[in-house]
């Protein structure tokens, strides 16, 4: 995610606090008053509009918003959502049809209808916002509307993930009359047909959600309504939490705080934690064309050599994450340890060999970049200790600069950041989607990779498998490029956490595949 980003499966360790609560399913009768939750985040969106975000504003389309088709927990394939049903049409993977629910309406009125449909994808590209997903809608050519309640979106080559695309809320589906077809809609609203309505939205402060009561779609609301509050300071939130201010976190907690969270004490005073296994995943990102050291592939391999993953999670994760040797992380179909098979444990000897064997033999004075706001309280100390591993290693000289997500996402998709950190949330659980969002001309993280084997190659022949697990070979190769190229450079894989009041319940079913929120899972129980 996101930009996303939207996996997460969302890791305390960097901003990866999500909630999936207790176990026992009792009794949710309630008084209205006690059927709306009020979570609490650290990440919130960066607009209202799904088409200028590809990052944590995920978490908010997804209750507000619908898409054509979805990803219900425990499904690994996008399901009907807005849509009736979806199929590819061709052999070859290159005409998908859908199919639309019948009466489909938006908050405001307004059919939600094939021309609906195709004005809200259409104005993604159309407006081509830099920090948006139009580059998710790459192979897409052109969209038919033979009639009212059918859809024909026509690629341009084939492409098997496409409906996992449309599942995503980078297709979040808008309103054409409250949504300008050639640019962002600013007036902080909503109009949307999802399972919640937008009633209220203060920027940086709180959003709150109330019943969509002509929502037809695949969720089930267990509750009245959300009230999502966002703190700048995961300490307020935790304050929060015990003080019974808010019935769940997400997003943006410390190792440190994790572990608080899990001391008998807190559980004492209500509160309890669950981890599981994350796919989100941080990495380093490099812009040759920033930096004349960055631009020599020693430099990167070096870096590559030199930084302990394992002493990176130790330290500042504490056990809430894991080293991650792939852009491909752990328990996704394809994953592999090219950049362990290739730089094995951090060895300085090493790395200074690849250097001379360069012909560098100066110290190699760098600037890492890193947003203060937007991963969590951890990413501070990570960098500090990144730039202590490099710095010691006498190989290099590093300098880190910090900045606040708006100011670091216009820096970084500008090309100012010759090194710097990002997090990936996937935007749909498929290995395709941490290999194609990195690489072309055009990619997420802003900075120009162009590995021709990949993009011409190994790419086309995975997407051409409707059997995704066809690809795997594909997926195999593509890793192993990353790891000669070190253009980017994966650091540690997130678990999950998740810290909730004990009275709440349905968390375990809150995360859907992509590990996007959805809120109506939750609900209060109301006898023990």
């Not at 449909?117 to 192979?139: A, E, N």
């Not at 606040?404 to 820096?411: I, L, Y």
């Amino acid at each position: 995610m996101f930009n996303r980003t939207r996996s997460l499966q969302i890791t305390a360790a960097l901003a990866s606090i999500s909630l999936l609560a207790g176990c026992g399913l009792l009794s949710d009768d309630s008084k209205d008053a006690e059927k709306k939750i009020t979570v609490g985040t650290t990440s919130a969106p960066t607009t209202l509009d799904p088409a200028a975000a590809w990052d944590g504003s995920w978490e908010l389309y997804r209750n507000v918003y619908q898409t054509l088709l979805a990803f219900p927990t425990g499904s690994a394939k996008p399901q009907p959502d807005a849509a009736q049903n979806c199929e590819f049409t061709d052999s070859a993977n290159e005409s998908y049809r859908c199919t639309l629910r019948k009466g489909l309406k938006f908050s405001n009125g307004e059919a939600l209808d094939a021309k609906a449909v195709k004005h809200s994808i259409d104005r993604i590209r159309t407006i081509g916002s830099k920090v948006g997903p139009k580059d998710l809608f790459g192979s897409l050519d052109r969209i038919e509307t033979p009639d009212a309640q059918t859809v024909v979106f026509h690629l341009k080559t084939p492409d098997a993930t496409f409906p996992f695309v449309l599942g995503s809320p980078a297709a979040s589906l808008v309103a054409p009359g409250a949504y300008p077809a050639d640019k962002i809609r600013e007036d902080g609203k909503v109009t949307g047909s999802g399972p919640y309505v937008l009633e209220s939205y203060k920027e940086g402060s709180e959003a709150v959600l109330t019943g969509n009561a002509s929502y037809n779609g695949f969720a089930n609301r267990r509750n009245d309504g959300v009230t999502i509050r966002y703190y700048a300071d995961a300490g307020q939130m935790i304050s929060a939490l015990k003080a019974k201010e808010i019935d769940a976190t997400y997003r943006g907690l410390s190792a440190a705080q994790v572990r608080e969270l899990q001391d008998p004490a807190a559980h004492s005073q209500g509160v309890q934690v669950v981890e599981n296994v994350g796919s989100e995943i941080r990495y380093l990102v490099f812009n040759p064309k920033d930096d004349p050291n960055v631009a020599k592939p020693a430099v990167r391999q070096a870096i590559a050599q030199v930084i302990d993953r394992g002493m990176l999670v130790s330290k500042v994760y504490q056990g809430t994450a894991e080293p991650l040797y792939s852009m491909v992380p752990k328990g996704v179909v394809g994953h592999k340890t090219p950049f362990y098979d290739k730089y094995g444990q951090a060895d300085v000897a090493k790395a200074k060999k690849i250097l001379k064997d360069a012909g560098i033999t100066q110290t190699v004075e760098l600037t890492f970049w890193y947003t203060t706001d937007r991963y969590g309280a951890s990413t501070a100390d990570e960098f500090t200790e990144i730039k202590r591993q490099l710095d010691e290693s006498g190989l290099f000289k590093v300098t880190l600069r910090g900045q606040p997500w708006k100011a670091f996402q216009e820096g970084y998709k500008s090309g100012q950041y010759p090194v710097f950190g990002r997090g990936w949330f996937p935007d749909f659980p498929d290995p395709d989607n941490f290999i194609a969002p990195f690489v072309g001309k055009e990619n997420a993280v802003g900075t120009p990779y162009e590995p021709a084997q990949i993009l011409t190659d190994l790419l086309p022949k995975s997407r051409r498998e409707g059997d995704r697990a066809a690809g795997i070979p594909q997926f195999e190769q593509a890793q192993q490029i990353f790891a000669e190229d070190v253009r980017l450079l994966p650091l540690w894989q997130g678990k999950l956490y998740v810290a909730a009041r004990e009275d709440i319940a349905g968390a375990e079913r809150a995360l859907d595949p992509q590990t996007v929120f959805q809120m109506w899972e939750l609900y209060r129980k109301t006898s023990w």
